[in-house]
């Protein structure tokens, strides 16, 4: 009898993987696991996972070529850092206070006093999310000190774009 199914193939998967990171090793507590580069049949994308799998689930997304994308991270960060995203998106994705994505992290980079190259989420640390999750209550839309900096209207300096 012929088999219906030969060996089932993902048509988004690429022929050959791309170049690994070897080395990473994974950030959860007491894991000695080490990050390998795997294929997401779910997610049609590469990714780093703890070679120490099922009983340990770390990740780490990639880039199309094999790079990480980021540090190895913990669970508990990966939380955190979700939290503070949703907090934070609410400035510039809805509300009747939403304001330009660009003029958001303009914000953020002023109350969290960072650089540009810092100012973003997915480099943040747990304290620092948490402290996002702060900030967007004292500092966010509707507080004094919001009033007192934005502007509507008012265009916001893009760091490299020489606006």
């Not at 994308?45 to 689930?57: A, D, K, Q, V």
């Not at 480099?123 to 999750?133: A, L, N, S, T």
């Not at 500092?139 to 934005?150: I, L, N, Q």
Request: aromatic share 10%.
């Amino acid at each position: 009898m012929p088999m219906l199914f030969q060996k089932a193939v993902d048509p988004r998967m690429p022929e050959e993987s791309p170049g690994e990171v070897r080395g990473l090793r994974c950030a959860e507590p007491g894991c000695e696991g080490i990050l390998e580069l795997r294929w997401s049949p779910r997610f049609g994308t590469w990714f780093y996972g703890c070679s120490r799998w099922p009983s340990c689930n770390g990740t780490l997304p990639a880039e199309v070529d094999g790079a990480p994308r980021g540090e190895p991270r913990t669970k508990e960060l990966q939380g955190w850092r979700a939290k503070a995203h949703k907090v934070f998106d609410e400035i510039w994705k809805t509300g009747r206070n939403r304001v330009h994505r660009r003029t958001a992290y303009a914000w953020l980079r002023r109350v969290m006093v960072l650089p540009p190259d810092k100012a973003h989420i997915s480099r943040m640390d747990v304290e620092q999310c948490k402290r996002v999750i702060e900030m967007v209550k004292e500092k966010g839309p509707g507080t004094e000190f919001w009033a007192s900096w934005y502007r509507p209207g008012k265009r916001v300096k893009q760091h490299g774009s020489g606006r």
